[in-house]
């Protein structure tokens, strides 16, 4: 463990069923404040499924998940606001074709937060300069690279000042040569002390920059621990097989 | 074929005064017809079947049935009861827009579903309510695919308007078929009518086409 | 959320008026036009749709169109056309010695294919003799007289023709009414409406939708006697309400007009077409103006 504060996500006993399958069986795990949980592990083991419980855009089947200190599947909590305090990047950017840059960046400030324009702007434009994107502030998502795309998709979650960072495999959709500039900013965002989640077939990034790398497969964590520790010396023979294909 | 030019002249003025009718009477009720048809269409689109359910089964009986009947129901049963006597303009214009209504619901609905998932997840994560998301991220996008299916529509209300010639709406057909009255010849008044309504929609047609290059 | 459920129960409470009184009042009229109708009784005798009388078998059989939906001077009992107009066809083309059927056809396919003269040679179908008309068809001699009257709500101030010329008026397009309220009215007032059937006039003064219906007396009196709980009278013009005549009506210069218009004259002489006009009105008839009429 990272860190000995009072964890700022906690998932308890948390399935998913689509019909009959299983997707998720009994999944409890804790994040603290400033950790980078990586979470590994072949297609349809379930890792996905488990990050977008975690701001429902998926709504688990039972057990219990706590986004700093508020219980989402009560029925009094307002997912809308935790939503709000959670960013997302997805595999395929999801950015607004409709809009440009900028106001893909402002939307959320702009309408959830209600700032006024000029700070959300600023806001935005200081994101931009941040993910090395400033001179694309006026163009459309249809003009970017995949790497373009999805560094602008961070820096739109980021513009809700979020306290937690989800990314769902945000290198998967991208040409080898983009995937390097777009883990740079995670790193850097990683360094600042964000709270990210990220699921990922990138066993370098998990090496390098998570405090701790969590391994499922077929629905269940089966192993987690200290990358190095995990990387060199898995413990399970399930992580070793896993392992020894992608590495 | 003999075709009396002389009695077209003299109905002309007519006639002109009722395309204002027929233009007036269609703008009008594709407007109220495409913003009922997004609640209809949302509707039938929804999680809760109470909703649902009366919204397919809106859809159901306004495009099951004929427009003329609706009319008639409109103008007949519904106005009246509503302002204690009947019109021809205010019926004409409900009855066409809850047709309308029905049509563009689903105009609406595949529009909709036709956006990736992914836009409406990325709102909700950037903390939109569904709602947000469907007005600022899905509509803005759904619309632009709407336009050749909404333009269709427009025109093929803009025909059925001359329905409304049967209460009594003073628009094209009502003063063609005057026209036909007086003379009981056919050809002058329901080809200058043709005519009429063809300008209309080859009009309408060529805008629309404007419209989605400068939209697309 | 909130906005979404209020639009649903709005249309739901729309639909459900629409189907319930919607429903009703057409329900109601519909019962009132059959009943104006159903003095029809038992007429088959009178109303072979075929072939009639004529024994000259080298003669060819003349083809008449007639849009039966003007009861009761020509409608449709189920197949079956029935009416004035038929019986009076019938006892003319005996009394010329002429072989003829007649079929129904929609009033604008009727006027386009007498005009031509191939498919039809004539129609009848209360058809009114206007000079207008005179410029596209030719006419028999007039064979009714046609007598409008105003209909109004009991208690309603107007006295004439001339009383309508502000008021909402709802009649048939292209009866002699819609002829007679031109004139007063003025061509192009949107104030007098035009429909396409009696039914339909009667009902928009029900809805409120007009003040008056002006239709043949026989209409009127029927609908009113009909439907006593609506508390209608009628209000006669002699003075403004110019009677207007009905006519066969033929392609320009057909034979038919010399051939017809003897027999015409004959049956309305040797009182065939009294016991015709008394069986469908039960009145006697007036034919002076008929005979003096050209």
């Known amino acids: 463990m990272a860190s000995a504060h009072r964890p700022i996500i906690q998932v308890t006993n948390v399935s998913k069923r689509f019909g009959k399958h299983e997707v998720l069986s009994d999944i409890s795990l804790d994040v603290a404040p400033r950790e980078v949980l990586v979470v590994i592990g072949p297609s349809g083991s379930g890792k996905s499924t488990l990050l977008r419980c975690l701001n429902l855009l998926e709504q688990p089947s039972g057990g219990e998940i706590v986004i700093d200190g508020k219980p989402l599947l009560a029925k009094e909590t307002n997912i809308v606001a935790v939503r709000a305090e959670l960013g997302m990047v997805f595999q395929q950017f999801n950015l607004f074709p409709h809009l440009k840059v900028l106001d893909n960046i402002t939307l959320g400030p702009v309408r959830v937060r209600k700032w006024p324009a000029a700070k959300a702007r600023d806001k935005a434009l200081e994101l931009l300069r941040k993910v090395g994107l400033e001179d694309k502030a006026g163009a459309y998502p249809a003009s970017l690279s995949g790497g373009q795309a999805q560094r602008v998709a961070i820096a739109r979650a980021l513009a809700m000042e979020p306290k937690i960072m989800l990314f769902d495999e945000p290198t998967s959709a991208l040409d080898p040569e983009m995937v390097g500039e777009v883990l740079a900013v995670m790193k850097r965002l990683a360094k600042e002390g964000m709270t990210m989640v990220v699921v990922t077939h990138e066993m370098g990034f998990a090496r390098e920059v998570g405090d701790r790398v969590l391994f499922m497969e077929q629905g269940r964590i089966i192993e987690q621990g200290e990358p190095k520790a995990l990387f060199e010396r898995p413990q399970q023979e399930r992580t070793r097989a896993f392992l020894s294909k992608v590495l | ?216 | ?294």
């Open chain 3, 1 to 294: 959320m909130n906005r979404r459920l209020a639009l649903g129960i709005v249309t739901i409470l729309s639909a459900a008026l629409l189907a319930g009184c919607g429903a009703k009042k057409v329900a109601d009229n519909n019962e009132g036009a059959a009943a104006g109708s159903g003095n029809s009784g038992n007429t088959a005798a009178g109303s072979e749709n075929g072939v009639a009388g004529g024994n000259a078998a080298e003669e060819k059989t003349y083809q008449f169109a007639s849009d039966a939906s003007y009861a009761p001077m020509e409608f449709l009992d189920k197949d079956e056309l029935k009416g004035f107009d038929i019986d009076f066809l019938a006892a003319v083309m005996k009394e010329a010695g002429l072989k003829y059927e007649i079929r129904n056809v929609a009033w604008d396919a009727m006027l386009e294919s007498v005009k031509q003269g191939t498919e039809f040679q004539a129609g009848v179908s209360s058809i009114s003799i206007t000079p207008e008309r005179g410029e596209t068809y030719d006419f028999s001699m007039p064979y009714f007289e046609s007598k409008n009257v105003i209909m109004v709500k009991e208690g309603s101030d107007i006295t004439s023709g001339l009383d309508l010329k502000d008021k909402k008026v709802a009649l048939q397009g292209g009866t002699t009414a819609d002829i007679l309220m031109t004139k007063i009215m003025g061509e192009g007032n949107t104030d007098l409406k035009k429909f396409d059937s009696n039914a339909v006039a009667l009902l928009e003064l029900g809805q409120g939708g007009a003040d008056a219906v002006v239709a043949d007396i026989a209409i009127v009196r029927d609908y009113i006697k009909n439907n006593p709980g609506k508390k209608y009278k009628e209000v006669m013009d002699d003075v403004n309400f110019n009677p207007e005549y009905y006519g066969l009506a033929y392609p320009k210069g057909s034979e038919l007009k010399a051939r017809l218009d003897p027999a015409i004259k004959a049956v309305i002489e040797n009182g065939t077409y009294a016991d015709i006009y008394k069986k469908w009105f039960d009145e006697a008839p007036d034919t002076t103006h008929l005979l003096e009429t050209k």
């Open chain 2, 1 to 216: 074929m003999d075709f009396r030019f002389d009695i077209v002249r003299d109905y002309l003025p007519l006639l002109l005064r009722g395309t204002v009718y027929t233009v007036c009477i269609s703008l009008a009720s594709i407007a109220l017809g495409s913003i009922l048809g997004l609640g209809v269409g949302l509707g039938k689109m929804s999680r809760y079947w109470f909703l649902r359910w009366p919204m397919h089964a809106y859809i159901n009986f306004f495009r099951g049935t004929p427009l003329l009947v609706q009319i008639y129901m409109v103008h007949f049963g519904l106005i009246p009861l509503l302002y204690g006597k009947t019109d021809a303009i205010a019926a004409a214009v409900t009855a066409l827009s809850l047709n309308a209504a029905a049509y563009t619901a689903e105009i609406y609905r595949a529009g909709i579903q036709s956006i990736d998932k992914g836009q409406t997840e990325a709102a909700l994560s950037i903390g939109m309510t569904p709602w947000q998301a469907m007005r600022s991220v899905v509509l803005p996008q759904a619309v632009r695919r709407m336009i050749p299916a909404f333009g269709n529509e427009f025109i093929v209300l803009l025909k059925d308007s001359s329905l409304v010639a049967l209460i009594a709406a003073p628009e094209i057909m009502y003063w063609s078929s005057a026209m036909k009255n007086q003379y009981i010849r056919v050809w002058e008044p329901y080809l200058t009518a043709a005519l009429i309504y063809f300008i209309l929609t080859y009009t309408l047609n060529k805008l629309l086409v404007l419209l989605e290059r400068k939209v697309a």
